[in-house]
């Protein structure tokens, strides 16, 4: 699954909520703006540099996102960002995946999980603009609104800077700062799992040139 989406279901996951499907263009415009009273933190997942944000406040909703740079073209970082993984095999929980709608710039999801006794549901829906851009939103009536965006940019020297940003606007009071926990670990392992996976793409270049030579 792509950045966005792991981190999309961690976050679904943890809060143990169904998502019916709200259709129609995801405007993810606000979160390229800035964001009120944003903090940021340099931090670093195996050996590579990310900058976490996050902002909170009742009116505004909870904002939260990672910057970093990864060791690839921005093609081969779509790409790779892109391919299709068994979703059951790397979240805890999930028992089923459906795809929709699946076309090369829109999807639409349902994936059915199992947490102690309950069983849930999730059902989000996703937009892209290859090679640049992915967006993503989840609605309901409990939760509230969640949408996200991730970006992909031309950084030079065969590197890709990745931006993913999400914001949730609860439907009732929430404990935010737990919340941002949460989307802060979800956010940055699977950071540290696709910058693992570009490192073994690279070697992976690096060795079949070897051994054409």
């Not at 279901?9 to 009273?37: C, H, K, N, Y």
Request: hydrophobic share 40%.
């Amino acid at each position: 699954m792509t950045l966005i989406r792991r981190s999309a279901l961690v976050f679904g996951l943890a809060s143990l909520m169904a998502v019916p499907l709200w259709a129609g263009t995801i405007d993810t415009a606000f979160l390229e703006q800035p964001w009120p009273r944003e903090r940021t933190r340099e931090t670093e997942v195996g050996r590579h540099a990310v900058t976490w944000r996050e902002s909170a406040g009742k009116q505004e909703g909870i904002f939260a996102g990672v910057r970093f740079t990864a060791p690839l073209g921005r093609r081969d970082v779509w790409a790779l960002a892109n391919e299709s993984q068994d979703v059951g095999a790397i979240t805890p929980g999930v028992t089923a995946v459906r795809y929709v709608e699946r076309t090369e710039r829109r999807e639409v999801i349902e994936v059915d999980v199992k947490i102690l006794w309950r069983s849930l549901t999730l059902r989000f829906e996703v937009e892209k603009e290859p090679p640049a851009i992915v967006r993503f939103r989840l609605v309901n009536e409990a939760l509230g609104e969640y949408r996200g965006l991730s970006r992909f940019e031309e950084a030079g020297s065969g590197r890709t800077a990745v931006d993913l940003v999400t914001w949730l606007k609860p439907n009732r009071p929430v404990p935010i700062r737990l919340l941002l926990v949460v989307e802060r670990i979800a956010m940055l392992q699977a950071s540290r799992e696709f910058l693992e996976r570009c490192e073994q793409r690279v070697k992976k270049g690096d060795s079949t040139s070897s051994s054409m030579r």
